[in-house]
């Protein structure tokens, strides 16, 4: 067990201020005089910003805005754009029908954007930047997936599924409806749409596009233009099915006539294909046929458009790479840098990287490019604010906030955020979230509730704001710390580090959360009799596993987790996950399978445990909550089960979020805070703060 340390991270946001990446200032933040807690509905109510586009000119950013509609039971998002200069904001989009995939005709005349708003299949619609109708340009008979504007403005590339509706229709009124199992796909291809602008429409009526591809040999992916608009460089696998993302190569593809051509061709994933601005190479994302590419680096290489070498240029960077454009200043990409997100710069002759953004706490994420590369979009959230859409110089780096978001939670009574640092059971150095109440007293022990986030390769950072599944600030409130553990396998770190719980899940995870708390312990921060734990999808395998192994916690929640890696292995729709972490399958490692799951120890498990779970859940199949349920209650552990109605993997409606954060605040309210044990056959009562 090691000791633990704080970094003050209000210092490196001041830092972050100086830099000139200013968010939006929460007055007063933490003087509960003059603030309120935060309701649930009023967390995830939270409009949120996203998906930040800078037009090729520079002069406008296109963003989405999320909304919560209670009464339609939908989260939607709207387009908004800011003008760089003066600030001015305008919501150009409204009513049914979220929008995404944010695209800007080269001359940024158009903004355009994916859409059912008019129907239930999504196609794509395009509308000025001061405002006005928006236009339908596409008739998709399948819905749109991604659409991009040629370099010359006058056609649109864009992906859908292709099915043969009549065949499939008659086959169902014949013998009713059935799936041939991992057979019967939708093969994703590659269409083109001709547009002719005019001042008042891109296109004279909407069109179902010529297919550039085509059959059932490969199912595109992501694609772009060449700079001249004669090609696309296509990235495909062999079929739409998750089982086969290892198969994606990439192709380019000839305007007119359509011809394909393979240009990499090589086990594990390549993707992302991104042109060289004279058209002669592409890089592209790659695992270099890593067959254990779910925790390898993805790194950035370079190819001839026609076929060749490749060659790696991203080896001096230990982290995955996502390129976002290749312009005469070199091959522009985002990653991680522990718990930051930044922009870096390639040479792709030498392979030198530079970072280009700053300062070192510095998150930005959706990083975009104008067409000379000299300005840059994205959106960036700190520990004192709420993700806000930016807009940067590169030489030098000067962001600047184009959006308020924060304000909305300015009178809120909200945690502070500090990374703390600790060491491991085995001596392995971690990072972590403390979240702490705004009248912290270090000379007082605290309950003390852990957040477990999913992934394996997610990262927890120190920015606001917590608002799904957990209601973190609301327990920050009543007086606990919560910690936030980027426990081994989260990304950021490099590639050693996410492969330290290899053929080792749960047990090093579950040394990292333990050793977490002990630190806190040690420094006399933590009551170590009102403990909880919690946690979604990979989250909620290491709350399983804790609930099962140890009995330290007064109550945990499961949330989509696993509780028996065969359970998984044999149900879940990403079955080489299971094969790159434990190595083989039940049947071949038995052993690595028993002690990795859950079930193997509910011998010992004692911790009251609330299971929540998606019904119609692929990524973690719902046996896998009702076989820790049944085993939970065999052994007189208290035990509650919580089956969301429609629901996949994720929560994605806002009542059935308020539902699921009500029942974790009143799961640990009861066990950790001593407040009514909660009957969840009624509905919640009101939070008590």
Known sequence: MGRLTTTPVRALFAALLAAGCAAVPVPALGQQNTQVVPTIDQLV?????????????????????????????????????????????????????????????PDSRWISFISPRHEKTAQIFAIRPDGGESIRLTRAAVAVNAHAWAPDGNAIAFTSAVTDEAATKARKEQYGDFEVVRRDYRFVHLFLLAVYQTHAAPVPAPAAGIALTSGTSMSVGAFSWSPDGRRLAVSATRTPDLVDGGTADIFVVTRAGGDVRPVVEQP???????????????????????????????????????????????????????????????????????????????????????RVSAPDALVASGVTLTTDGTRAAFVSASVTSLPEVHVATLDPF??????????????????????????????????????????????????????????????????????RYYPIDLWVARRALVLKVNYRGSAGYGERFRRLNLKNLGVGDAWDVLSGI???????????????????????YISAFLTTTTTRFKAISVGAGISNWATYYYNTDITPFTLQYLGAD????????????????????????????????????????????????????????????????????????????????????????????????????????
């Open 45 to 105: 109510s939270l409009a949120t910003v996203s998906g930040a586009v800078i037009s090729p000119d520079g002069t406008y950013v296109a963003y989405l805005q999320s909304e919560t509609d209670f009464e339609a039971d939908e989260f939607t998002t709207q387009l908004w754009v800011a003008h760089t200069e003066t600030g001015t904001r305008v919501q150009l989009t409204r009513g049914a029908g979220s929008v995404s995939n944010l695209q800007w005709s």
């Open 268 to 354: 594990g994933p390549d993707g992302s294909p991104r042109w060289s601005p004279d058209g002669r190479s592409l890089v592209f994302t790659t695992a270099m046929g890593d067959p254990a590419y779910y925790h390898a680096n993805t790194r950035l290489a370079v190819v001839p458009a026609d076929g060749g070498d490749i060659r790696v240029i991203t080896s001096a960077f230990d982290e995955d790479a996502s390129p976002v454009a290749w312009t005469p200043q070199g091959v522009w990409f985002t990653g991680l840098v522990k718990m930051a997100a930044h922009l870096f710069a390639a040479d792709p002759a030498t392979g030198a990287i530079r």
């Open 398 to 467: 000067m962001p600047r906030a184009l959006t308020d978001s924060t304000a909305q939670v300015a009178d809120w009574t909200l945690g502070t955020r500090d990374v703390v640092s600790w060491t491991s059971q085995d001596g392995e150095p971690l990072e972590g979230v403390l979240v702490k109440p705004a009248d912290f007293d270090p000379t007082r022990r605290y309950p003390l509730l852990c957040v477990i986030h999913g992934g394996p390769t997610g990262t927890d950072r120190p920015t606001l704001l917590d608002s």
């Open 518 to 540: 002990d630190a806190l312990v040690a420094k006399g921060l933590v009551d170590n009799e009102r403990l909880g734990c919690m946690g979604w999808s990979q989250g909620g």
């Open 586 to 689: 039940p049947a071949a490692a038995p052993e690595i399978y028993r002690r990795t799951s859950p079930m193997t120890h509910v011998l010992d498990a004692r911790t009251p445990t609330l299971i929540q779970h998606g019904e119609l859940d692929r990524r973690v199949p719902i046996a896998n909550a009702y076989e820790l349920r049944l085993g939970l209650e065999a052994r007189g552990v208290p035990v509650e089960m919580l089956v969301y109605k429609g629901f996949g993997h994720g929560i994605n409606k806002p009542r059935s979020m308020r539902a699921v954060m009500e029942h974790n605040l009143r799961w640990f309210n009861h066990h950790v805070f001593g407040d009514p044990a909660p009957d969840f056959t009624q509905a919640p009562a009101p939070a008590v703060h």
